[in-house]
């Protein structure tokens, strides 16, 4: 039984990389990639990393798109024996367009994973991973492209009471699916300072004064980032600040896949709060400046 768990989206992400800053509007040389993402699967990479074993849970359809992705998650030694296939579903995709400056448009569809609902969470329940008798006590990380009820259901779910939960949103448009975990006992949200605004209906320019005002608003425990300036974690022990390192941006997707990775991996090693958040921003800027943490 895999006691790490990433349920969410599975997907092809599709990258126009423009090596100029892009206006509205232009039609620029690059370069196009697909490679394997989604905010699940790029954490289980991530994860990979540093040498933990996670598990899958989400939607991946039989089409020869789906077939290809998981092949390749499985070349990966990522473990995908617990992944919800249906004939009736193709598999999700991101497309993304970046230039130097960062992202310039984006569009998630994860409409397979959103039809697939609590189908995907199956495992939890039939005693796979766990039931109603002894529910899974492993560390999930959870992300936003699920549905709202989807996520409301999981927050209260009995099945997921002794879980270890790591909430992210995938992306600001997103940013409210994570309201019932606010007060949830074993969460921590990962947000960055847009999503943590719109999360505590503020308006703050700096990390620790979003951090604190989701700690107000209930959170247990959250890492809030803001791109190249001060990060912050916050809990019951306080504000943890710390300034990424500078870098020239190769690449931009995942940057924040690699920080909820790269903490959990630093948590699991007995970091203390400020070395954990240390190593996930730095973890994050080797991947940005296109290296390996």
């Not at 995908?80 to 993304?96: I, Q, W």
């Not at 609902?117 to 039931?131: E, V």
């Not at 309201?179 to 947000?191: E, K």
């Not at 190593?279 to 943490?293: I, N, Q, S, W």
Request: glycine share 8%; proline share 5%; aromatic share 4%.
């Amino acid at each position: 039984m895999s006691n790490l768990l990433c349920i969410g989206s599975v997907l092809w992400d599709v990258i126009g990389l423009s090596p100029k800053a892009m206006a509205h509007g232009n039609d620029l040389p690059g370069r196009i990639t697909r490679q394997p993402g989604g905010v699940a699967l790029n954490v289980a990479m991530a994860l990979r990393q540093f040498g933990l074993a996670p598990a899958l849970l989400s939607a991946v359809g039989q089409d020869a798109e789906g077939e290809a992705l998981i092949k390749t998650c499985q070349a990966l030694d990522l473990n995908t024996g617990f992944v919800f296939r249906s004939s009736d579903l193709r598999t999700d995709l991101y497309m993304a367009i970046e230039d130097p400056n960062g992202l310039i448009a984006a569009i998630a569809d994860a409409s397979s994973l959103e039809a697939a609902g609590a189908d995907i969470l199956a495992p939890l329940q039939d005693g796979r991973l766990g039931s109603a008798a002894a529910p899974y006590d492993g560390i999930i990380v959870l992300d936003g492209n699920l549905t709202a009820d989807l996520m409301d259901e999981i927050a209260r779910s009995p099945l997921l009471v002794s879980a270890d939960l790591r909430v992210a949103p995938a992306s600001p448009g997103k940013a409210l699916r994570l309201r019932p975990f606010l007060n949830h006992r074993s969460a921590t949200l990962y947000v960055n300072l847009e999503e943590a605004n719109l999360l505590s209906e503020g308006h703050h320019e700096a990390a620790a004064d979003a951090a604190q005002a989701l700690r107000a608003a209930g959170a247990r425990r959250v890492l809030v980032t803001h791109g190249p300036h001060d990060a912050c974690f916050a809990d019951a022990e306080g504000l943890f600040t710390e300034t990424p390192p500078r870098v020239t941006p190769r690449r931009i997707t995942g940057a924040g896949d690699m920080v909820i990775a790269a903490h959990i991996a630093a948590e699991l090693d007995a970091a203390d709060r400020q070395e954990a958040l240390s190593r996930a921003l730095c973890a994050a800027a080797t991947h940005v400046a296109g290296g390996t943490p």
